[in-house]
C-alpha cells in the first residue's frame, strides 16, 4: 500500500526515503516540487534519476484533491472550492482577491460540531477532523491556480473555513509550520489568521506557542445568555472566560485581538447590545470586526437595514473601539461557510433517495 506523503515535512520525507539509499538533497528536490511546483507525480519530477522515480511511485502517494464544484462571484473577487480527498470527504475552501492580495480562508474540519445558531457548517454535524496535509492541499490548490492560471501567489491565509480549529489543535499547528517553511511557501506568521469560537484552554496553549499570527475571536453577543443562545460553546467555555483568554493573547503576544461580531436583525444589534459591548472591551488590544450576518437557507436569521448597521458602527467607533466593517465579498455564490458543501451534501441524499 502507498504511503501519503503530501504534508509531510522535510525531515519527515527524508527519514522515509532513507531505505532507499536517497541522498537527502533528493528529498528537498521532491519536498519543493510536491509544495512549490505543483508536481502530483513522481514522473514530473525531472531532476530526479528515473530508476528513483519509478520506486518512489511504487512506494508513496502525492495527494491532490479534487475539485467537485466551484462557484466564482460576478465581480471576479471571490471562487469558492468544494474539494474533496480521497475518502470523499469534501470541505470548502474559498479564494478572495483583495487589494492588498490574494487570501486562502481553509477549513480545519469538515463539517462543524459547534452548534452555532447562525452558521451553515454546523447544519449537518461534524464528520471528522482534517489533517495537516489536508489543509495544506487547500493552500497549495490555490497557489497552484494562481501561479498558473494568474501569474499570482496565495499572500494571506484565515483559518475561518468550516470547523473550529482549536478542536483539532496539534494538526493545526503542525499546518502553520508547514506553511511557514521556505520549502513550502515560506508565508510568514503575520500573514496568518485564526479564528476560534472560544476553546479556552487552547487559546491559551496559542498563546504560548511563540507564534505571531493573529488571533480571530468570534464574539458575537455581549452578554452571557444571549452568546449562549447562539453559541451553545459558551455554556461549557463563558463569556468572561473567553474575553480573558484573548486578553492574555494579546498580551503575551503583542498582537491586536480582533472579536468577530455578526449583526442580526433585531437580536444583537441594539442600543443596550452596542453598550454591553463596549463595556466588555473598552481598554483591551483589540478591535471589533462587524460583519452583517449572510442569511442562511437552514437558519431564520436576518440581516439588519443599512441604517442599523451603520449605527451600531459609530456608537462603538465613538466610544473609543476600533471597528472594522467587513467587506461583502461572494454574497452571489454562497459565501458563509458550509453552504456549498451543505448543498452538496443534500442532492447526495436525495439522489441516494431516489434510486
Not at 517553511?181 to 506568521?189: K, R
Not at 448543498?343 to 441524499?349: A, F, G, V
Request: proline share 4%; hydrophobic share 40%.
Amino acid at each position: 500500500m502507498q504511503k501519503e506523503i503530501f504534508g509531510c515535512t522535510l525531515e519527515e520525507l527524508q527519514s522515509l526515503l532513507a531505505p532507499y539509499k536517497v541522498p537527502k538533497f533528493r528529498a528537498r528536490q521532491v519536498v519543493e516540487w510536491m509544495y512549490q511546483k505543483g508536481a502530483r507525480t513522481f514522473d514530473t519530477m525531472t531532476n530526479l534519476p528515473k530508476t528513483l522515480r519509478g520506486e518512489l511511485d511504487v512506494a508513496f502517494h502525492i495527494q491532490q484533491p479534487a475539485c467537485r464544484d466551484r462557484l466564482d462571484s460576478s465581480d471576479g473577487h471571490t471562487s469558492k472550492f468544494l474539494l474533496a480527498f480521497a475518502d470523499g470527504t469534501a470541505v470548502e475552501t474559498v479564494l478572495m482577491r483583495q487589494p492588498y492580495g490574494n487570501s486562502v480562508c481553509v477549513s480545519t474540519q469538515a463539517g462543524c460540531n459547534m452548534g452555532c445558531a447562525f452558521c451553515a457548517s454546523t447544519v449537518h454535524g461534524m464528520a471528522r477532523d482534517l489533517t495537516a496535509g489536508e489543509m495544506l492541499a487547500q493552500v497549495i490548490y490555490i497557489n497552484d491556480l494562481l501561479r498558473t492560471a494568474e501569474q499570482g501567489k496565495v499572500d494571506t491565509l484565515v483559518i475561518m473555513g468550516s470547523g473550529e480549529p482549536l478542536m483539532n489543535y496539534d494538526a493545526v499547528i503542525t499546518f502553520l509550520h508547514l506553511l511557514h517553511e521556505p520549502y513550502v511557501l515560506g508565508m510568514g506568521y503575520r500573514n496568518i489568521t485564526l479564528s476560534t469560537s472560544g476553546i479556552v484552554p487552547a487559546m491559551y496553549l496559542l498563546a504560548d506557542e511563540g507564534l505571531p499570527i493573529s488571533l480571530s475571536v468570534s464574539l458575537h453577543a455581549p452578554n452571557q445568555e444571549l452568546r449562549s443562545e447562539l453559541m451553545p460553546i459558551n455554556r461549557k467555555y463563558p463569556l468572561a472566560d473567553v474575553v480573558a483568554a484573548a486578553k492574555h493573547y494579546a498580551e503575551t503576544t503583542g498582537r491586536r485581538v480582533t472579536y468577530e461580531y455578526i449583526l442580526i436583525d433585531q437580536l444583537n444589534d441594539g442600543e443596550a447590545q452596542a453598550r454591553e459591548l463596549v463595556k466588555l472591551l473598552r481598554g483591551q488590544l483589540c478591535s471589533v470586526n462587524l460583519i452583517p450576518i449572510n442569511p442562511v437557507r437552514e437558519r431564520q436569521l436576518l440581516r439588519p437595514s443599512r441604517a442599523r448597521i451603520e449605527w451600531f458602527e459609530r456608537y462603538l467607533r465613538q466610544h473609543g473601539l476600533q471597528v472594522t466593517l467587513r467587506r461583502e465579498m461572494g454574497t452571489d455564490i454562497q459565501a458563509a461557510c458550509g453552504q456549498l458543501r451543505n448543498q452538496h451534501l443534500q442532492e447526495s441524499t436525495q439522489g441516494a433517495t431516489e434510486a
